[in-house]
C-alpha cells in the first residue's frame, strides 16, 4: 500500500535521533480524520467562515488505507492504531461520511465516533450511534445555528444538554473542541466545561488539542482552574507547544493527558511559531500554494525549509521537551501513548 506522501533524509534521522525510543512499541492515536473527496460539497470561501482554511491545503480526503499507510512510513518498528472519525464541513453529505466511518472502523479494526449534529433529538443520537457501533461523538462549532456570529458560539451551541444526557448515561466519549477566540483562557468556555464535568460526569469528555493552547498566551489561568477538575481528559493533538503540554501535566498528571495526531493534518511539512499569541505555521515555499493571505501561514527559503519535517514529528518533540522537565517516568509515557487512551474508550 502506498503512502500519500514521503519522508525525507531529516525525517528519518528526526525520528531515528529523537522519537524511536522515546514512543512506545504500540500506541493510539485518539484524534484522526477519515473521509473520501466524493462525499464532500465544494469548497470555497463560505466554507471556512468559522474554521481556518489552511489544513485542506494537506490533504483533500483521507481513506483509512491512507492513514494506515501513513502510521507505517512515520512510525518504522511501531504498531499505531487509531481512534476515527469524519470531517464535515457545511454542504458535505454527513450521512454518507459517517456511514463510511462505519465502513472504514470495521475494515480497520479501529473505533469511530458519529460526528453528530447539534439538531439531533437525544433518541436520535443514541440510536445513530448504537447503531454503527462508536464509542460516542465529535461535535464542531461550524454546525452551531447559521444565525450566531462565530466569536459568539458558546459549547452548549453545538453540544446541547440533551445530548450529553445520552452521552452522561452511556458513558460515551465527546471529542470536544472548543470555541471562541480566548480559546482555552476564555472565561465563557471554561465556566461550560466545568458545568459539564459536575453536572454530567458520566460523558468521557475529550479536550481536543489542549484546548486550542497553541501559544502561551492561550492559557491565561486556565489550569489553575481545570486542575481541579477529576475526569475531562485533554488530548495533544495540532499542537507542538511544550509549555503548554508541561502546563497540562502538571494540572492534571499524565493519566488525563492523551496522544491525539489530527491526521492528515499533521503530516504538514512545517514549524509553528507564535508572534504575539498568533500561531504561525512556516512551511517550504511553494508547497501548500500560495498562503500569502493566511495569516496563519508563512513560507521559508533554504536553508530554513530544508530543515523542516512533519507536523506530527514536531508534536511528539514538544511532547517529549515537556516530559522531560516534568520527569515522566516511561510507565507515564506509556500512559499518555496507550493506557489513558484504552481507559477512555473502554477497550
Known amino acids: 500500500m502506498a503512502a500519500p506522501f514521503q519522508l525525507n533524509d531529516v525525517d528519518r534521522r528526526v525520528y531515528d535521533r529523537s522519537l524511536r525510543d522515546f514512543l512506545p512499541d504500540a500506541f493510539i492515536d485518539i484524534h484522526t480524520h477519515v473521509w473520501r473527496s466524493q462525499d464532500t460539497a465544494p469548497r470555497d470561501p463560505s466554507s471556512y467562515s468559522r474554521v481556518v482554511s489552511w489544513p485542506s491545503r494537506v490533504a483533500a480526503d483521507?481513506?483509512?488505507?491512507?492513514?494506515?499507510?501513513?502510521?507505517?512510513?512515520?512510525?518504522?518498528?511501531?504498531?499505531?492504531?487509531?481512534?476515527i472519525f469524519s470531517l464535515v464541513y457545511g454542504g458535505d453529505d454527513m450521512d454518507r461520511m459517517n456511514q463510511y466511518v462505519v465502513e472504514a472502523s470495521r475494515r480497520s479494526g479501529f473505533p469511530s465516533l458519529l460526528?453528530?449534529?447539534?439538531?439531533?433529538?437525544?433518541?436520535?443520537?443514541?440510536?445513530?450511534?448504537?447503531?454503527?457501533?462508536?464509542?460516542?461523538?465529535?461535535?464542531?462549532?461550524?454546525l452551531a445555528a447559521s444565525y450566531i456570529p462565530e466569536r459568539e458560539i458558546r459549547i452548549f451551541d453545538f453540544l446541547p444538554p440533551h445530548q450529553l444526557d445520552v452521552l452522561a448515561r452511556?458513558?460515551?466519549?465527546?471529542?470536544?473542541?472548543?470555541?471562541?477566540?480566548?480559546?482555552?483562557?476564555?472565561?465563557?468556555?471554561?465556566?461550560?466545561?466545568?458545568?459539564?464535568?459536575r453536572s454530567w460526569p458520566g460523558a468521557r469528555v475529550i479536550i481536543a488539542h489542549v484546548g486550542r493552547a497553541y501559544c502561551d498566551e492561550d492559557l491565561g489561568d486556565a489550569f489553575q482552574r481545570l486542575g481541579k477538575t477529576r475526569d475531562m481528559v485533554f488530548d495533544t493533538s495540532a499542537n507542538t507547544n511544550d509549555h503548554v503540554f508541561e502546563a497540562a501535566l502538571r494540572a492534571v498528571g499524565p493519566e488525563r493527558v492523551l496522544f491525539g495526531s489530527?491526521?492528515?493534518?499533521?503530516?504538514?511539512?512545517?514549524?509553528?511559531?507564535?508572534?504575539?499569541?498568533?500561531?504561525?505555521?512556516?512551511?517550504?515555499?511553494?508547497?501548500?500554494?500560495?498562503?500569502?493571505?493566511?495569516?496563519?501561514?508563512?513560507?521559508?527559503?533554504?536553508?530554513?525549509?530544508e530543515e523542516l519535517t512533519l507536523f506530527l514529528y514536531e508534536e511528539i518533540l514538544a511532547i517529549r521537551r515537556a516530559a522531560e522537565r516534568t520527569g515522566l517516568s516511561r510507565a507515564d509515557i506509556e500512559n499518555v501513548f496507550n493506557r489513558n487512551a484504552k481507559r477512555v474508550l473502554a477497550v
Open 170 to 197: 452511556n458513558r460515551w466519549v465527546v471529542m470536544l473542541h472548543i470555541p471562541r477566540d480566548g480559546r482555552l483562557r476564555d472565561p465563557v468556555n471554561l465556566e461550560q466545561m466545568l458545568e459539564i464535568e
Open 62 to 83: 483521507q481513506p483509512v488505507e491512507d492513514l494506515v499507510s501513513s502510521y507505517q512510513l512515520m512510525f518504522p518498528g511501531k504498531s499505531v492504531s487509531a481512534l
Open 262 to 305: 489530527d491526521m492528515p493534518i499533521t503530516r504538514m511539512r512545517m514549524r509553528r511559531i507564535c508572534e504575539g499569541g498568533r500561531y504561525v505555521n512556516v512551511v517550504p515555499r511553494g508547497l501548500y500554494g500560495d498562503v500569502s493571505g493566511d495569516s496563519h501561514m508563512r513560507e521559508a527559503d533554504p536553508p530554513q525549509s
Open 115 to 142: 460526528f453528530a449534529h447539534p439538531t439531533w433529538t437525544a433518541s436520535t443520537l443514541e440510536d445513530r450511534i448504537r447503531a454503527g457501533g462508536h464509542k460516542g461523538i465529535k461535535v464542531y462549532l461550524n
